[in-house]
């Protein structure tokens, strides 16, 4: 249940075809081709980067939690995951990773949540769920609330405890860690590079990350 599995990737920053910094609290769309690689790199530490992935052909059949954790016997994500879709296909594979954690059992924080785990005070504050609204209405191709299906939050450490309880712990990333997947088919990312304030996931302090991707044939 506490597999890590490090392994950093020989691909080289500059010879990436593209390169984003994605904003604290940005939401980010992009769709990747088959074979092509994509690194999330946490540029200073301790962020949660909230995410979904998509059939790029069919928006409908999108990134499964349950059927990632079933066939591959592991609640965390690493080096070696395959992660599936609602129709059990393999979307993308984790080709690298620094950090070791990826939590995609706690979900995406919403408005409501952040009421009931903080503060109702704390309703108005930016959350992951807007975020991926936006992103979804920037991409404008027919998506809206009943899309946002189950994630992954990146370097997120969301640890079960041994009676069965999530917990909400500091975050065991650093800056510049980073992990990286291969995509197996054509899939569409959308990133909530998560704005909330009251997670120690977070460190309390939404910061940038960078997005690369590499072609097929690196
Ligand atoms: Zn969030």
Known sequence: MHTTNLKPSSLM???????FVVEAGDPFVFE??????????DLEGNQAVDTI???AQD???????????????NIYLTTGTALLSTNGRVLLTITSDTCGRHD????????????????LAKGHMHACRNSF?????????????RDIASNIN???????????????????SDADKYVELRAEMDVLMVISN????????NGYNPTPIQILIWDKNV
Request: aromatic share 12%.
């Open 104 to 119: 995609t059992l706690g979900g995406a924080c919403a408005t409501e949540s952040n009421m009931v785990r903080y503060d």
């Open 194 to 201: 998560c704005p909330q304030l009251n997670n120690p996931c």
């Open 32 to 41: 990747i081709a088959q074979g092509q690689y994509v690194r999330i790199v």
């Open 59 to 73: 928006y409908s059949d999108r990134y499964s939690a349950q059927d990632t954790i079933r066939e591959q016997g």
């Open 53 to 55: 992935f998509y059939n």
């Open 133 to 145: 609204l936006k992103g979804l209405q920037f991409w404008n191709h027919g998506m809206d609330k």
């Open 154 to 172: 990146f370097f997120m450490n969301v640890p079960v405890t041994p009676d069965g309880k999530l917990t909400f712990e500091d975050g065991v």
């Open 13 to 19: 920053p500059e010879a990436a075809l593209h390169s």
